[in-house]
């Protein structure tokens, strides 16, 4: 649904295995995930986050979260989970050009997003809407890409 909403709007659009290939260049990477909790830990927790390297491997990748988590937060009405960003997120392995060879290219502005709690049943209510959820992100990356004179 993202693809076909970004692709409606002048962006071109490549949908990448979990490995992306090695130094991969793009205007920016979006990493989409759900997450999910065991139900001893998960009573409440509600909400989405995303994160970017930590530091950023670019200056525009704090812009890109910025945009795209308005974006989508205005849109969804969900929470802003920032609290539970985990070491996992902001070293995400796809975006680490550190550490591994199949990473996106450094000045890449790259995100990993979590669009939500599959074990909350207000978020997977939302979740079972893609077309809203892409509409959501949709909106983010477009304000990001005409940031930067990539869209008219």
Do not use: C
């Not at 200056?59 to 070491?87: F, M």
């Not at 979740?127 to 477009?142: K, M, N, Y």
């Amino acid at each position: 649904a993202l693809k076909r909403q970004l692709e409606a709007r002048g962006v071109a659009v490549d949908l990448l295995r979990a490995t992306p290939p090695a130094g991969y260049h793009a205007d920016l990477v979006l990493s989409l995930h759900t997450d999910s909790l065991t139900p001893d830990v998960a009573w409440g927790r509600t909400g989405y986050k995303s994160a970017h390297f930590e530091p950023p491997r670019s200056p525009l990748e704090p812009r890109l979260k910025r945009l795209v988590d308005a974006g989508y937060l205005n849109a969804t009405g969900l929470r802003d989970d920032t609290e539970n960003v985990t070491s996992a997120m902001r070293e995400y392995y796809a975006f680490n050009f550190r550490r591994y060879a199949h990473t996106v290219h450094p000045a890449t502005p790259a995100l990993i997003v979590e669009l939500g709690y599959l074990s909350s049943p207000q978020d997977a209510a939302l979740l079972r809407r893609p077309e809203r959820l892409a509409g959501a992100l949709t909106g983010g990356v477009v304000a990001f890409l005409q940031s930067r004179n990539r869209l008219p």
